[in-house]
């Protein structure tokens, strides 16, 4: 039970549950396919953060490489998003 108490336990079933949020239910024909795809990319830019936080260990890292890594995913997110919509 100690393992379900860790933070990267809970972190991982946070990935599962996004992952079960972008792939089953936006997959169903309940909203379109443009509001899907915009809610997977904003999902899939979560799951980065925490995987980049969480089991690349930058939330230990000095601050400055926590704001350059949340910079560059912010950059590219909304770069693939303008894109996207355009």
């Not at 809970?10 to 992952?19: D, G, H, K, P």
């Not at 024909?29 to 904003?42: F, K, R, Y």
């Not at 999902?43 to 890292?61: C, D, G, N, P, Y």
Request: charged residues 15%.
């Amino acid at each position: 039970m100690e393992l379900l108490r860790k933070p990267v336990s809970i972190v991982w079933a946070a990935l599962m549950l996004a992952t079960i949020a972008s792939t089953w239910l936006l997959s169903n024909n309940s909203v379109t396919p443009e509001v899907a795809t915009l809610a997977i990319m904003l999902i899939a830019a979560l799951k980065v953060r925490f995987v980049i936080r969480h089991f690349m260990e930058v939330r230990r890292a000095p601050l400055a490489l926590q704001f350059v890594c949340d910079g560059w995913l912010l950059a590219v997110t909304a770069l693939i998003l303008t894109v996207y919509l355009l």
